[in-house]
């Protein structure tokens, strides 16, 4: 017996969709020991503080407008405080977890500064 051509195209998105069920790794669960927090608890807890050496992008602002070389990105890491610097080209992928340590320097298309920020 043959499957009619209507619904193929449904039977393969709910395999597809079954298939990748299995793939997703469980959640994971609390400790029984765990305290839990009471549903009326109004506690806040105080902000995390930056490490020693956290980036601080307006010690290098001085930057923008600047065309861009290898000294003048040792200069803003180095006046911002930065552990690390990169270059940021328009349309270029990056990577996009925060990192207080690293300065990030953003040119035009001719490798003029147009912004300096941490992160």
Known sequence: M?????TRPVLLVAALAL???GCTPPAPEAP???????ASS???????TA???ACDASKA???IGQSLDEALL??????AGARVVRSLKPGQMVTMEFNAERL?????????VTGVRCG
């Open 2 to 6: 043959s499957t009619p051509a209507s």
């Open 19 to 21: 298939s990748l069920a």
């Open 32 to 38: 029984a020991s765990a305290p839990s927090a009471p």
């Open 42 to 48: 109004t506690a806040t807890t105080a902000p995390a």
């Open 51 to 53: 490490p020693a050496d």
């Open 61 to 63: 602002q001085w930057a």
């Open 74 to 79: 040792e200069r803003a890491r180095v006046d």
């Open 104 to 112: 990030n320097v953003d040119v035009d298309d001719n490798a003029i």
